[in-house]
């Protein structure tokens, strides 16, 4: 689908012009005047206080015409950045609206395309609107529907009742550990994640790499008194490494970190349940770890088979049971929506299997074609259900996850979703994952150690987010950890000063 934007030259509004388009057609250009466009959309922005946009949709094909128009008093926006925010919106609003019309699709999530919905709502509270004030700017201003503000609030509710200090917490730090690592490599996947047999010889290296990062970072905590909130361990499969080496890295954790007995959760993400042994287990009761992950995705044989886990039905469940037979009491299960070949009958199969097991917390995704996945760039060799029967599937795990107990604790959504729907974390009451709502709500740096791992500094005083990337293989990790480390070490020291 080609949509040319007229009248509007600014190149700002391409990108939330282009997402926008995105949630209605798989493939869909934007761009301004283009010639021999499906679509063309007149957009009029007038006034300086009170600013009011209009769009006009012609359908080329048919000469149909769509029209709307949206006010917004900007006067008290005086911060230039934060008055373009608002124009852009309402410039997304008649957009939005006139596309609307025309596909007769309603975005339950209006004009909002950002990865962290609830991020908007706590914002609005914390500035000191009341819930009613920010619900009616969610509903009248980004169009977002009543069913959706409803999950927003009851995250938020939830997420503050678990972390009371939750918008107090940037003088501490969480951090994550990245093993790039599995026994084989998923369709849909896109993390770093490297077939593990006959690498023993990159494996040694890495973990020399993580080792040296952890002490180091460590050693600038103690030396500045900064407390860990909660750290996490995910990859690839953590638990992909030996038992002797899992025990090495959790030894090195409880030498060179700040104060581990205080840290309010440590996760170690026991993913591929073809990787989870006793002497694993033992390994992570030693260390006391909080939270693990088995991660069935579906309950379908085939559908394993069809995203390349190489693992079976029955092993999620065995390993289920002997890691709750070891004294595993908060474990997770990822479950996704849309695998392919998967509709409404296969995935009731998988809850009413969920229901046999009753993990502490679920999380629910909605498969999501990343550009990078092998998934993704042989889509026609995979068969997914039809936009209506994703969000048939996502109600029934809100039916079903309610029914049994549990609570939406963090939500996020990501482009290329299927349904344009969300990925949401359940929980049964007290048993969320903290680190979950640090992350999602960027309350607080968290430091990124080891293979893909992402830091995202947030800065104590402002709050403005800096990112830092470590690499994603372990070759380029090898050769460089050193100068990473030393790169976020910089800018640490200048965060807390
Ligand atoms: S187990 Fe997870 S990280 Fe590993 S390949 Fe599959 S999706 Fe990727």
Redesign the pocket.
């Known amino acids: 689908m080609q949509i040319t934007i007229q009248t509007l030259r600014d190149d700002r509004f391409l990108r939330p012009l282009q997402l926008i388009g995105g949630l209605f057609f798989e493939e869909c250009t934007v761009a301004f005047e283009q010639e021999n466009a499906d679509l063309v959309v007149a957009i009029h922005i007038e006034g300086e206080n009170a600013v009011t946009a209009s769009a006009v949709l012609t359908e080329t094909s048919t000469g149909r015409t769509y029209s709307a128009s949206f006010s917004k008093d900007v006067a008290a926006y005086t911060n230039e950045k934060e008055r373009f925010k608002q124009v852009k919106n309402t410039v997304s609003y008649v957009y939005l609206s006139v596309l609307q019309q025309l596909t007769g699709i309603e975005q339950k999530w209006g004009i909002l395309t950002g990865v962290r919905p609830t991020k908007l709502l706590h914002k609005k509270l914390q500035s000191g609107m009341t819930k009613e004030e920010a619900h009616k700017e969610l509903r009248e201003e980004y169009l977002i529907h009543d069913e959706k503000i409803d999950l927003m609030q009851r995250i938020v509710d939830c997420q503050l009742s678990v972390v009371p200090d939750l918008y107090n917490l940037k003088e501490e730090v969480s951090i994550y550990i990245g093993i790039p690592f ?1 026994p ?3 369709a ?2 896109t ?1 770093p ?1 490297y077939a593990i047999n006959g690498r023993q010889g990159s494996v040694d290296s890495f973990l020399g790499g993580l080792h040296y990062e952890i002490r180091e970072i460590g050693r600038f905590l103690k030396e500045k008194d900064i407390k860990i909130t909660t750290v996490y361990y995910g ?3 953590p638990t992909s490494i030996t038992a002797e080496e899992m025990d090495m890295l959790y030894e090195e954790m409880y030498v060179s970190f700040p104060d581990v007995k205080n840290i309010r959760e440590v996760t170690v993400e026991a ?2 349940p073809d990787t989870i042994t006793p002497a694993k287990l033992d390994v992570l009761n030693k260390w006391n770890i909080d939270r693990i992950s088995i991660n069935p995705q579906s309950y379908h044989q085939e559908t394993l088979k069809a995203i390349g ?1 190489h693992h079976t039905v029955e092993e999620t469940i065995e390993k289920y049971h002997l890691a709750r037979s070891m004294g595993m009491n908060n474990i997770n299960m990822d479950l996704i929506i849309g695998l392919p070949g998967e509709g409404l009958e296969i995935f009731n199969h998988t809850l009413a299997e969920t229901e046999k097991l009753m993990p502490e917390s679920l999380t629910v995704h909605t498969l999501s074609f990343k550009r990078a996945s092998e998934m993704t760039q042989n889509k026609r060799k995979y068969k997914v259900a039809s936009r209506e029967e994703i969000t048939e599937m996502m109600h029934a795990a809100e039916d079903w996850t309610k029914e049994h107990g549990y609570v939406p604790y963090y939500l996020y959504r990501q482009k290329n979703i299927l349904g344009n729907l969300e990925n949401v974390g359940y929980s049964m009451p007290e048993q969320e994952s903290i680190y979950n709502i640090v992350i999602m709500e960027e309350v607080q740096s968290i430091i990124g150690l080891g293979c893909g791992a992402s830091s995202k500094f947030v800065h104590p005083k402002t709050g403005a987010i800096t990112h830092f990337a470590n690499p994603k293989d372990p070759k380029s990790y090898n050769e460089g950890y050193l100068k990473y480390t030393e790169d976020k070490l910089k800018i640490l020291e200048e965060l807390f000063v």
């Open positions: 599995c084989t490599k998923c849909y996947c993390f994640a990859g690839g499969t993913g591929r886990r």
